[in-house]
Nanobody, 118 residues
Framework: QVQLVESGGGSVQPGDSLRLSCVAS????????MKWHRQAPGKERELVAT????????NYSESVRGRFTISRDNPRKTAYLQMNSLKPEDTAVYYC???????????WGQGTQVTVSS
């Protein structure tokens, strides 16, 4: 069965950095777009970054562009989210998502908490 497991969250101060990892099993990662979403308390889930399956094309929300970088290592079945210059408003649970619209596949991890406060 398919599993996505996030790690790397934690509590940091404003301006710090974190790198989230998402390790996939049970699927061929190169067939899936990888996305990172986040959800803060009382707010709707927000898509923050996407990376295409094999050509490396990326897209970011306005709120994180220039500070966050999404990447992937298909042979290692891992996606990453490098988060720099963190702000208190980045506090949320971050979710990894593997999506293939052609196969109608949409898999999610369990989430990892990121807290940014002084």
């Amino acid at each position: 069965q398919v599993q996505l497991v996030e790690s790397g969250g934690g509590s940091v101060q404003p301006g710090d950095s974190l790198r989230l990892s998402c390790v996939a099993s049970g699927l061929i990662l190169s067939r899936y777009a990888m996305k990172w979403h986040r959800q803060a308390p009382g707010k709707e889930r927000e898509l923050v970054a996407t990376i295409a399956p094999t050509n490396g094309m990326t897209n970011y929300s306005e709120s994180v562009r220039g500070r966050f970088t999404i990447s992937r290592d298909n042979p290692r079945k891992t996606a990453y989210l490098q988060m720099n210059s963190l702000k208190p408003e980045d506090t949320a649970v971050y979710y990894c998502n593997a999506k293939n619209a052609f196969l109608n596949d949409d898999f999610w991890g369990q989430g990892t908490q990121v807290t940014v406060s002084s």
